[in-house]
């Protein structure tokens, strides 16, 4: 192969690896928003499925603080807790907490507590649990993570908060107790966390 071949060849493999890099580049551009936006979207119903859109006027999306407390809210990651207001008085508060001991690993959570530390509602956001049992944890999948509504640090008391195996009042699943165990201990430190930082965590924001 001749100078000018290998120079031709060089110069054509060049224009290649640019177009396909600027063709990759426009197609993120053009699906970033798109996607942040089903993210937002779904983030939003998560939200309102824990507490009714009625309920606060701010747009929780925006109104949001990151805390730190890998002993109680199970990550040395920042957890986010969006705050729900309604005419800027604290309505409830809706933290990301990790289960870090589930059996195949951490369980992330989205856990709703009203301002007076009753539970308005739990769901599961990632898990790797096996599936038709531990899977169990999921709205989809049985209605056992419903069981937390209303609950809140005296109901049940505190050394209750357990599952029935250890002697507490949640349910576990036939063949699978380290799941529901890992999530009634990860909700039970969520609501002792809120319980001493309610004030600090309504501080400031309120963006509506």
């Known amino acids: 192969m001749s100078y000018r071949q290998v120079l031709v060849t060089s110069l054509l493999l060049l224009l290649f690896a640019v177009a396909g890099t ?3 580049a426009l197609t993120y551009d053009q699906t970033r928003g798109r996607i942040a936006a089903n993210e937002r979207a779904a983030l939003l119903h998560n ?8 309920a606060y006027d701010n747009d929780p999306l925006q109104d949001t603080v990151q805390v730190r407390d890998p ?3 199970g990550t040395g990651d920042p957890v986010t807790v969006y705050r729900l207001r309604k005419g800027g008085k604290p309505v409830a508060a809706v933290l990301t907490p990790v289960a870090p001991d589930g059996y195949g690993g951490p369980i992330r959570l989205l856990v709703g507590i009203y301002y ?3 539970i308005a509602g739990v769901r599961v956001l990632s898990e790797h649990e096996t599936p038709g049992l531990g899977d169990a944890i999921k709205a989809d999948r049985s209605n056992w993570i419903f069981g937390f509504n209303g ?3 005296g109901n ?5 908060w ?3 195996k250890d002697g507490g009042v949640f349910d576990q699943f036939t063949g699978a107790t380290i799941t529901p165990r890992a999530v009634v201990k990860a909700i039970r430190k969520t609501l002792i966390y809120f319980s001493r930082h309610r004030a600090s965590l309504f501080k400031g924001g309120g963006a509506g």
């Not at 939200?47 to 009625?54: A, G, I, M, N, T």
């Not at 049940?156 to 209750?160: S, V």
């Open 22 to 24: 600027a063709l990759v």
């Open 47 to 54: 939200l309102q499925l824990l507490v009714p859109r009625s």
């Open 71 to 73: 002993a109680m809210l």
């Open 116 to 118: 007076d530390g009753t």
């Open 151 to 153: 609950k809140s640090i």
């Open 156 to 160: 049940p008391p505190l050394d209750k």
């Open 162 to 164: 357990k599952v029935k």
